[in-house]
């Protein structure tokens, strides 16, 4: 048994305690937004956020993580709510920035890696609100166990997303 | 010039039928008819009609108008990341209705069951009239009808604006118009439906001229983009049926090894899972995913398989299709603007040319690994929950697989990683080794390919090499071009799980297959350079490599991958041609205008040059370098005609000499395609597929033993990080007198390579012929 708190909600997991967290998330308590594309934490699809870090959900033995805070992408518009103390009727109907930005700038292709690129772009707007755009790349490409990797080539469009979504942050609410 | 408004009407007699007058609801839907066959022309074959598709004589559709004025719209095409079917399919109907984009309330595509035409997902703007156009124009016309009868006015004094038809003072919504009755219009299709290319809308209806236009030409959102976003969207990785059972499939040990022996669960760590064995096939599966993950891992490693060394080795790969591969058996192909007598020309030349080109194999590598749930039920139906190109094609291989008949197949289609090219013949991977083990287990299963099992096991573009020749007159004009294209062939849709078990599928590639499944080299890069007076292309196919030799005829299997075909034939010419000028003392940019005569090419081309900074002069610059640490810049141009868009690059790179590496820091890209539908979507489309060619130039090599792929994950098989990539510009050319659209999703990722080859060449005065262009063969190059 391993006690997980994500995205604000407690879950006792009957798994063992060498399974990847991607695959619980995924399939004991239905949070799809982390993907699995490598197993191998070379791309960035699985990520979450584990007290504010990207961490590849993949390689991650679920026992570590037990009792630490867990945010997925379906956690994102909650963890913006709690840091900008949104009334509750507010935070139905808003997205996290970051999410709002990558709409906004039509970022994806086929979507299947921009889970990672929006938690990353989340960890590196907590930590600096207005990166320079080699800020930016640093991030994507050497700040993680590997690269965020986007097999689509959305990367300027990531680029525009996360200057967007830190425009946003910076007005709050 | 022409518009679609002047293009011949045939309308083929679609007809309005009313069923009865209902209560409440009411609908219109467009279904498509068999009714009429001896409407079609003589050679049109009666589209089959199956069960578990839907059914043209009951409410099977592509459009319906409902009550409230909203609208559905159904496709088989099946959105990969292009988005077209939620923006520009949306576009084109509510612009042929009518209506907002806002009134196109649902996208239905895909499944197998809900949409009418099959087909794949590529060329979505099928040459400017993609079949949910005609499908919307004959919508319209039968609603301009009942209008008429309703209102009392002819048809030829109303008009529509918003979903709002008016004439002589009176006005009725759309959907006051199929209020409280159930229509339906038939309309005339053919083709077959399972067949790579499904259906076809037939007949010439009238549409919308382009001058009228209000929707095309915006950048509305995609919808599909929110959902996914905000983690609302339901993945093919997302689907669990009760009662799934999680699989892993332990692939053999060699691209041609049989099995020997399969090994057995070890129990006592892994109690609830089971080896399933067909063939070769070797699957085990468990009830949770991490069991079989972990028993899947303790089998393989008890499995035995022959030993098998059949492939040449990826150091050896150009030597063998040189001297050994089998370019005899297939007939050579001749390109359409084959003319003159290029072979005395060249004898005679003043300057010439001789080179030979190179490109590696590619992955297409989707960032997710392949996967599949199937559920095959006692009855014998069997569903399959899946990500791919071209389900309705894929239905009929299972079927084939299976020894039935397609109606017993139903393929239900989401959204997963993009393929490019890979699965649009019905093969992604993971699918028929799903239906195989649930048909043995008798449950439903989920097969989820790991990443090694998706980089060996999956097909491949293939690798090709090209032969120039090429002749420059006392004016430093091309004289004579002559060019043999030679790549194995590039369609391989065999469902790979069906092979192992040694079950039917589709024939392998041969010199006598269909279009699909011939091993020949179709020239498939239309020629732009009119005024060259002499021209010859030519290709030559031949057997996928290893594909003979192999035990189990697998070998090295290849499928289309983004631009297929045209970018193994576009980076030796356009290389070639940028060479041409530097033999001509010519800038290469102004060399490729003076050779064109098509105002659109030399369009692109001054667009391109203008947006880029381009510096007009030969190559390579005066000061070239081949030695030293520091970075020299250098600049190459490329050009490509497909699927009615222009298309024009520039690259702009940096070479560091000492250590042979390259970084492109600006790639501006001019595309005219005609009438821009979405910018903002053709933009995104485009940049991906820019940064996806700096990939193919620079990162991408499949490399392989005398067994089998090597280049198992993303270090082995490296693509770009976001730091590789520099500026990226866009150019879009809207040029709506064209009168039709072209696409815009390909062609992108195939511009770069000779673009950039072109610009090391101009840095350093040496000539990379060879893809990828990775620093130690460069630095190799800059060495002699």
Known sequence: MVTLNVNGVRHDVEAPDDTPLLYVLRNDLQLIGPQFGCGLAQCGACSVLVEGKEVRSCITPVASVANQEITTLEGLPARWAKQESLSVEEAKNTLHPVQQAWIEEQTPQCGFCQNGMMIKATELLESNPNPTLAQIKDAFTNSGPSPNLCRCGTYVAIIEAVQHAATIMAKGR | ?784
Not at chain 2, 329 to 348: F, Q, R
Request: charge should be neutral.
């Open chain 2, 1 to 784: 010039m022409a518009t679609m408004s002047e293009r011949p009407q045939n309308v083929l007699a679609p007809t309005l039928s009313r069923r009865q007058f209902i209560k409440a609801g009411g609908i219109l839907v467009v279904g498509f008819s068999v009714a009429g066959p001896e409407l079609l022309k003589a050679d049109t074959a009666k589209p089959a009609v199956l069960k578990n598709s839907l059914d043209p004589t009951l409410g099977s559709s592509w459009i319906e108008v409902h009550p409230d004025s909203t609208i559905l719209i159904r496709t088989g095409k099946n959105d990969f990341g292009q988005g077209s079917t939620f923006t520009a399919y949306r576009q084109i109907v509510a612009d042929e209705l009518s209506v907002p984009f806002e009134a196109i309330t649902t996208v239905v595509q895909g499944h197998t069951d809900q949409t009418p035409d099959g087909s794949g997902a590529f060329d979505f703007l099928g040459g400017g009239t993609p079949n949910i156009r005609k499908a919307a124009a004959y919508t319209y016309q039968a609603l301009l009808d009942l209008a008429s009868e309703k209102l009392g006015v002819p048809k030829a004094k109303l008009s529509v604006k918003d979903g709002i038809v008016s004439g002589n003072g009176k006005s009725i919504s759309y959907g006051d118009l199929v209020k409280n009755q159930q229509l339906k219009l038939t309309i005339p299709v053919k083709g077959d439906l399972t067949s790579i290319i499904g259906l076809t809308v037939e007949g010439n209806p009238p549409m919308k001229p382009v001058s009228e236009y209000t929707v095309i030409g915006k950048s509305f959102k995609n919808s599909v983009i929110s959902s996914k976003v905000a983690a609302k969207e339901t993945w093919a990785t997302d689907v669990r049926l009760p009662g799934m059972l999680h699989a892993r499939v332990v692939h053999p040990k060699t691209l041609g090894s049989t099995l020997v022996s399969a090994g057995s669960v070890d129990k006592s760590k892994f109690p609830h899972s089971q080896v399933i064995v067909k063939g070769n096939l070797v699957g085990v599966i468990a009830p949770t995913e991490w069991e079989a993950i972990l028993a899947a891992e303790q089998v393989a490693s008890a499995t035995k398989w022959t030993e098998w060394k059949g492939l040449p080795g990826n150091a050896k790969l150009y030597q063998h299709l040189r001297d050994e591969a089998d370019w005899k058996t297939t007939p050579v192909t001749k390109g359409e603007a084959n003319k003159g007598d290029a072979a005395s020309t060249l004898a005679s030349a003043h300057k010439k040319l001789s080179a030979t080109y190179q490109l590696a194999y590619m992955k297409h590598a989707p960032i997710g690994p392949t996967m599949a749930v199937a559920d095959v039920k006692a009855d014998g139906t069997v569903h399959i929950y899946t990500h791919n190109q071209n389900p309705q094609e894929l239905r009929g291989e299972i079927a084939m697989m299976l020894r039935t008949t397609p109606d017993h197949v139903i393929v239900h289609a989401y959204p997963g990683p993009g393929h490019y090219g890979r699965s649009n013949g019905g093969n992604a991977g993971a699918e028929d080794e799903a239906v195989l083990l649930s048909q043995a287990v008798g449950k439903p299963v989920r097969v989820q390919w790991m990443r090694a099992d998706d980089m060996r096991w999956s097909t491949q573009s293939p690798a090709a090499f090209s032969d120039v020749q090429l002749a420059i007159d006392e004016k430093g004009k091309i004289a004579a071009y002559q060019i043999d294209h030679y790549m194995p062939a590039m369609q391989d849709d065999r469902l790979i799980g069906a092979v192992l078990a040694g079950l039917p599928t589709m024939p392998a590639p041969n010199p006598k297959g269909d279009f699909i499944s011939s091993t020949a080299n179709g020239i498939s890069d239309p020629w732009v350079y009119a005024p060259v007076p002499n021209v010859i292309e030519r290709g030559h196919g031949t057997f996928q490599v290893g594909q003979q030799a192999s035990p189990l005829a697998v070998g090295l299997r290849d499928h289309s991958m983004r631009t297929p075909g045209q970018f193994q034939q576009n980076y030796p010419r356009e290389l070639a041609i940028s060479e041409a000028a530097t033999l001509a003392g010519a800038d290469a940019l102004q060399f490729r205008i003076d050779h064109a005569t098509e105002e659109r090419v030399i369009g692109v081309l001054k667009a391109v040059r203008d947006a880029s900074g381009w510096d007009t002069r030969p190559s390579p610059r005066p000061d070239a370098v081949s030695t030293g640490s520091t970075p020299i810049r250098g600049r190459g141009v490329s050009l490509m005609f497909r699927n009615q868009t222009y298309w024009a690059c520039v690259c702009q790179i940096a070479v560091t000499p000492d250590k042979g590496t390259i970084m492109v820091e600006k790639s501006t890209i001019a595309v005219d395609p005609g009438i821009v539908i979405n910018p903002m979507q053709l933009k995104r489309n485009v940049e991906g597929g820019a940064v996806m060619g700096i990939s193919h130039a620079l990162f991408e090599e499949m490399l392989f033993d005398e067994s089998g792929i090597t280049t198992d994950d993303w270090i082995s098989y490296p693509i770009p990080s976001m730091a590789d990539i520099g500026e990226i510009k866009v150019v879009l050319l809207n040029n709506p007198k064209v009168g039709t659209y072209g696409g815009g999703s390909e062609a992108p990722n195939a511009l770069a390579a000779s673009a950039i080859a072109a610009a090391l060449h101009d840095a350093t005065g040496k000539v990379m012929r060879r893809l990828p262009m990775k620093p130690p063969y460069v630095q190799a190059l800059l060495k002699t």
